[in-house]
């Protein structure tokens, strides 16, 4: 367990706004966790979370969002609702993905603070309290920063790495490095991040966008209890594009730049080669490099199409408009009367 006297902690501080102590009570926290096939992890997650609040001793709700899971996952979490009022459970009609299903879980969640996370034990129920404790002294945000992680193949490691530090680049927005979406978040963020209806969303990238007073704290993120990890490198991929295409335009700047460097390569090249024909009797062999050329420019060309490509797809399921998701079944929610499919 980390200290908490630990001063390293107040360094990851971002330069948003400061906090103030809070004076109110936490009356209701929800804890919002997407599930995909986690049938071997949903008992061992519950006696966790249920022993770690049960000692904070705050009213709380677990808001499992049923992700389209094709094994036993639902059926072992209606198993914990029919025991437990407190664990709620939307049921999406198809898998929609671990960004929406948190959303969806942040529509339904009714705690004045939400706690997002993962369930599979990667991140530890224990740091609650640490959240708990920050989120007392008035911040908005706390996030988990991942120090070491263990038990993930060192390409998952080495790419996350790039990942965090390329978009750090990339974008406007101050993401912290490292952070996954394991945090705690008040209810003003909460109803910001509802509010927004991207479809393509990068959650930790939004909240780092809404701004409120964050900090971060230090963890070392465990290796995943059971099953297998639900985000492929193909998935994987389409995150990191989801992430940087919904924060930065700068790989349509560079198309531009890289357009205006060959075209006045090009334009020099070409005078040489003109005058090379008029005044001086060099013969020209052409074959290889003009397949050079050829080549080179195809497949630019082709780089940067795909890349505007990357955009318009995202502009086209904005236009479209269609909803975030889907629910088959709400369970334990009989108490609540909002309008809640979006
Ligand atoms: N998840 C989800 N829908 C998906 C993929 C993942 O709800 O399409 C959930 C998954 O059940 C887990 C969390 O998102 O609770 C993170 O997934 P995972 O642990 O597989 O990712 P990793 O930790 O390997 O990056
Ligand atoms: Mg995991």
Redesign the pocket.
Known sequence: MLNLSDNSLESIQSEHQHPHKRTQELLLLSIV??????EKVIAVLYTRLYEVLTQIGVPYELIF?N?GSRDGTLRELTKLASEHSEVRIVDFSR?F??QI?VTAGLDHAQGDAVVIM???L?DSPYLIHQFIEKWRQGYDVVYAVRKERKG?TAF?RASAKLFYRTIQRLTDVNIPLDTGDFRLINRNVVDSLTSIHERHRFIRGLVAWAGFSQIGIPYVRDE?YAG????PLR?MIKFALDGITSFSYKPLQWATKVGFTVAILGFIDAIMIIYEKLFTSVTIQGWSSIMIAVLVLGGMQLIMLGIVGEYIGRIYDEVRARPLYLIQDLYNFEDRHREFCK
């Open positions: 966790i997407p599930t995909y096939n986690e969002v992700d898998n993905g671990h299903a993962d369930a599979d990667q993930e998952k995943r297998e990890t639900k985000y998935k």
